[in-house]
């Protein structure tokens, strides 16, 4: 029995979902207490399966954004795989997927099949670019989107070519929208009794995201561009060389700046007019930059951090994947989970970033093997007959 202390437990989600926007949305609510029920391909599963990294045969991809859940095979192109959806769409209370717009209803498990057989369903769909609109028939990957949707055109070098983020952030944002989304509608149906179907694209989410760059176009008439590690209106805000490396240094008002002049014993740069207020300071920040610069490089980035810190400026070094897995601050938040793989051994994953005061423990239940709890499901849930399931079986059903 889940613990009281965990805040979805009791609710119940059908996963039809794979890769990375929709099995990280079911993924936090599986954390939280949720039960996920994951129906994946038979014989070849989530197509992260076989994402890197792999050892003995089993992905870590797969098992990060797939832990909490147990997962179910089935041929969906099975009619008697088709109604075992519709039976396990009657015992959840939210249906995720995240296929292509059309295939779920080619299938035979779209909204308006699922709601014939519980009217009361939340059905959330991710998909690229929505289930309507000019582009909704495009193929899509987390690039496509964050080219589409802005971030790659204000990401890179001035100069330079455009470069998307490092991790698959637009595929993050969506699963993240979608499960605010969802408890939304959990809300909604426990004030009206009603379900209903949420549509969240990826492009849309990225679009949604570009902080005052859409703004900046909108009220000025004039569009952002790229432009390195610099902020669209305040400096000094960059990154700057060091002595052995680079440091994140983010001044964006004046009371910042002038506590950064102090810490450089440089105030006579108050009384130069160019840097006299924050927009002065944009217009002309390539000069102040190099100011900074000249400074940052007579000492270590470890020596600046210490010093800005004193000083209450925003600093940060640039912290790799290294020096991450070993950072004292995310170990003391409980960023860090350990959860025991029945292939992999331990493995130690990123943990959930949401802290309650009350309902304060998460879930840590491994990744399942491909079709794992195929059979725990049919017999439990379904109430299947153990002749029946060994039919299911023969027939490849499931």
């Known amino acids: 029995m889940l613990s009281e202390k965990m805040p979805l437990a009791g609710l ?17 609510m599986g954390d939280l207490g ?10 070849f599963g989530d197509d ?7 050892k003995d045969g089993e992905s870590g991809y797969y098992a990060y954004v797939n832990r909490n859940k147990k997962s179910l095979t089935l041929n969906l192109k099975d009619p008697k795989a088709i109604e075992i959806v519709k039976e396990l769409a009657q015992w959840a209370d939210i249906f995720v997927e995240n296929f292509s717009p059309g295939v779920v209803g080619r299938l035979g498990i779209g909204y308006e099949d699922i709601k014939k057989v519980n009217p009361e369903i939340i059905y959330g769909s991710i998909s690229g670019f929505g289930q309507y609109g000019p582009y909704k028939s495009k193929p899509a990957y987390d ?54 179907f ?21 009220l000025t008439g004039t569009a952002p561009t790229r432009n390195g590690n610099a902020n669209l209106g305040s400096a000094p805000f960059n990154c700057f060389r060091t002595k052995d490396g680079y440091v994140a240094i983010a001044c964006a008002n004046d009371s910042l700046f002038n506590k950064l002049t102090n810490v450089m014993n440089r105030n006579d740069l108050l009384e ?15 000069a102040l930059n190099k100011t900074v610069e000249e400074w940052t490089l007579n000492f270590e980035t470890s020596k600046i951090v210490e010093m800005l810190d004193a000083a209450k400026i925003p600093v940060g070094p640039i912290l790799g994947v290294d ?4 950072d004292p601050h995310l170990k003391s938040r409980g960023m860090f989970v350990e959860i025991p793989h029945p292939v992999l051994g331990n493995m130690v994953f990123p943990g959930n970033p949401l802290k309650f005061s009350l309902t304060n423990e998460i879930r840590l239940d491994s990744a399942a093997l491909l079709g794992e709890h195929t059979d725990e ?8 007959s153990k002749e029946e399931i060994a039919e299911l079986h023969n027939t490849k059903t499931v």
């Open 377 to 384: 499901i049919l017999e439990n849930i379904l109430k299947k």
């Open 48 to 54: 992260t399966r076989d994402f890197m990294p792999v």
């Open 34 to 43: 949720a039960e996920v029920i994951k129906i994946e391909r038979q014989g």
């Open 272 to 286: 130069e007019p160019r840097y006299g207020s924050n927009s002065m300071r944009k217009k002309n920040e390539e």
């Open 143 to 196: 690039v496509v989107t964050q080219a589409m949707g802005g971030y790659m055109a204000l990401t890179g070098e001035k100069d330079g070519k455009p470069y998307k983020l490092g991790p698959s952030i637009v595929d993050a944002s969506a699963g993240i929208h979608m499960a605010f989304a969802i408890m939304a509608a959990v809300y909604y149906k426990e004030q009206t009794g009603k379900g209903q």
């Open 198 to 218: 949420i549509d969240v694209a990826m492009m849309d989410t990225a679009f949604s995201t570009l902080e005052n760059f859409v703004v900046t176009k909108t």
């Open 12 to 28: 119940k989600i059908l996963d039809l979902t794979r890769v990375y926007s929709g099995p990280y949305c079911t993924m936090m």
């Open 323 to 326: 020096e991450l897995v070993e």
